[in-house]
């Protein structure tokens, strides 16, 4: 290795860091904006094509968390820290695995109707996900300037109690409802795995206020 590789190296790799995020948050974005499309989806095969393109986008966001962990490695200076950039790489994955979860479970178990929450709860976990990437967006400038990350934090967390009260309110009407005890664990289950994701999301927006606290 050349003098001036062995400098380069032990410059913060930003050009792979926040590209890297950013391109991520995207992906779930896309996920999400599928998923709306699914829970409204009627016909199995329809359902099975969306499905077939939310697992793409899951595994295109385990690939690009490979190479975060891997610029992390080869990285001397870093742009934060080691186990802060790690931590935002596990909450994102846990986004998009729980809207994988959430459509594979509908798939699987095909319940004979899906309640109109269920929407509902999908339109959260999109707009948290546009949240999410509007944050990823200005991650380069969270050691300067808070104001954008934190709005979005923000909304994170009112989203999220958005989405523990259409839970709250679902599980109370599904238990007052006639449906027979398959049906309500179906659907039960689904929409558990939808307000997941909208924990999920939330942890995103507390692993960057623990970011912006350090660099206050």
């Known amino acids: ?8 190296s032990l410059l913060p790799k930003e050009d792979k860091f926040f590209p890297s995020y950013k391109m991520m948050a995207d992906r779930i974005v ?3 904006d599928l998923f709306t499309e699914f829970v409204s989806a009627t016909d199995h095969d329809k359902q099975v094509e969306l499905y077939t393109k939310i ?6 966001c385990d690939n690009i968390i490979v190479g975060i962990y891997d610029a992390a490695s080869d990285s001397f200076v870093l742009p934060f820290d080691r186990e802060d950039i790690h931590q935002l790489c596990n909450d994102l994955d846990d986004v998009m695995d729980f809207i994988n979860d959430a459509s594979k ?3 699987l178990y095909r319940p004979k109707q899906m309640p109109n929450k269920t929407m509902h709860m999908a339109e959260i976990i999109f707009e948290a996900s546009k949240a999410i ?16 990350v934190k709005e979005q934090c923000d909304k994170l967390h009112d ?4 989405g523990d009260d259409v839970y709250d309110n679902f599980v ?7 449906l027979d005890a398959r049906e309500l664990i179906k659907i039960k289950e689904i929409m558990q795995t939808m307000e997941t994701a909208t924990d999920s999301a939330n942890h995103v927006g507390k692993t960057l206020q623990i970011i912006m606290a350090k660099y206050a």
Not at 133 to 148: N, S
Not at 172 to 178: P, V
């Open 30 to 32: 896309a996920g999400a």
């Open 159 to 162: 989203l999220e109690h958005e």
């Open 105 to 107: 479970r509908i798939l």
């Open 172 to 178: 109370k009407e599904l238990f007052e409802s006639d």
């Open 1 to 8: 290795m050349s003098l001036n590789s062995f400098f380069a």
């Open 133 to 148: 990437a509007i944050a990823m967006g200005e991650l380069k400038h969270i050691t300067k300037e808070h104001t954008i």
């Open 55 to 60: 697992k793409a986008i899951e595994t295109e």
